[in-house]
Nanobody
Framework: QVQLVESGGGLVQAGGSLRLSCAAS????????MGWYRQAPGKQRELVAA???????NYADSKKDRFTISRDNAKNTVYLQMNSLKPEDTAVYFC???????????????WGQGTQVTVSS
């Protein structure tokens, strides 16, 4: 099976930085788009940023100046560098990837378990 495992979350003061990582593993044939979403308490899950296997990126409007998404295709890993963090960035951050697994047809969207990011003021 396919698994996404996130890491890098934690507690940081406002203005600080964190780098999230998400590694995909298992019977993977191909990975298309990988992305990061977040969900704050009482709010809907929202897109933070996404990146295609060719390196094209898409950011939520308010994130582009502080967040940078990147990926290492050889390692099936996507990263999210977050700078100048604000208390309103506090949320659970989820990794998402469109993956075609060995022996299957087409792509399926997989989710990681989430990693908590807490920004203190």
């Amino acid at each position: 099976q396919v698994q996404l495992v996130e890491s890098g979350g934690g507690l940081v003061q406002a203005g600080g930085s964190l780098r999230l990582s998400c590694a995909a593993s298992g019977r993977i044939f191909s990975i298309n788009t990988m992305g990061w979403y977040r969900q704050a308490p009482g709010k809907q899950r929202e897109l933070v940023a996404a990146i295609t296997n060719g390196g094209s990126t898409n950011y939520a409007d308010s994130k582009k100046d502080r967040f940078t998404i990147s990926r290492d295709n050889a390692k099936n890993t996507v990263y999210l560098q977050m700078n100048s963090l604000k208390p309103e960035d506090t949320a659970v951050y989820f990794c998402n990837a469109d993956i075609s697994s060995v022996g299957s047809v087409g792509y399926y969207g997989y989710w990681g378990q989430g990693t908590q990011v807490t920004v203190s003021s």
